[in-house]
T-cell receptor
Framework: DAMVIQNPRYQVTQFGKPVTLSCSQT?????MYWYQQKSSQAPKLLFH???????NEADTPDNFQSRRPNTSFCFLDIRSPGLGDAAMYLC??????????FGPGTRLTVL | DAKTTQPTSMDCAEGRAANLPCNHS???????VYWYRQIHSQGPQYIIH???NNETNEMASLIITEDRKSSTLILPHATLRDTAVYYC???????????FGTGTRLTIIP
């Protein structure tokens, strides 16, 4: 089945230690998104790619970066995770101007 | 994007219709109403969207009032698997940015 895959599902890192979360899709969608969802809160968009065009939300901290080497893959890099970055990170994809399909998320714990 | 207001939580008996309201009094003429849900520990799932006409698909029905200031998502025969947080989002069609509100936590009671 076509889908959005996120690995790993659970990630533990240490305070200040860089971490990378990955997302892949078999839907061949142009647009890929990264959302952050803290406990008991709604998902919040960090940034998205329209093909290779990167679009950063104004309030996304510089600590968060992303790479999209090809259509299928997208990575979220957190350069120096703080305790406040512990959250569920959700990847989503869509065709242009279409509904979004979400992956299962990666739960990040920062020790 | 227009702001939405939803009840914090609702209960519904299994097998009954679940009616989830959403107020969006500042919606503009070109903005659509989208509904997503998020089952515990999963990513959000698209349910349905509409502009001004009522919509129905295999998951749910969407009823939008004539003045478009409010809408209701209807799950016709709720099951335990429908227990989730339901988000009502107002957005221009094809807008890449989905702004999630606080949503309604729906609990289906056996």
């Amino acid at each position: 089945d076509a889908m959005v895959i996120q690995n790993p599902r659970y990630q533990v890192t240490q305070f200040g230690k860089p971490v990378t979360l990955s997302c892949s899709q078999t839907l061949n969608h142009n647009v890929m998104y990264w959302y952050q969802q803290k406990s008991s809160q709604a998902p919040k968009l960090l940034f998205h790619y329209y093909d290779k065009d990167f679009n950063n939300e104004a309030d996304t901290p510089d600590n968060f970066q992303s790479r999209r080497p090809n259509t299928s893959f997208c990575f979220l890099d957190i350069r120096s995770p703080g305790l406040g970055d512990a959250a569920m990170y959700l990847c989503a994809t869509s065709r242009v101007r279409d509904t979004q399909y979400f992956g299962p998320g990666t739960r990040l714990t920062v020790l | 994007d227009a702001k939405t207001t939803q009840p914090t939580s609702m209960d519904c008996a299994e097998g009954r219709a679940a009616n989830l309201p959403c107020n969006h009094s500042t919606i503009s003429g070109n903005e659509y109403v989208y509904w997503y849900r998020q089952i515990h520990s999963q990513g959000p799932q698209y349910i349905i969207h509409g502009l001004k006409n009522n919509e129905t698909n295999e998951m749910a029905s969407l009823i939008i009032t004539e003045d478009r200031k409010s809408s209701t998502l209807i799950l016709p025969h709720a099951t335990l698997r429908d227990t989730a947080v339901y988000y009502c989002i107002v957005s221009f069609f094809g807008n890449e940015k989905l702004t999630f509100g606080t949503g309604t936590r729906l609990t289906i009671i056996p």
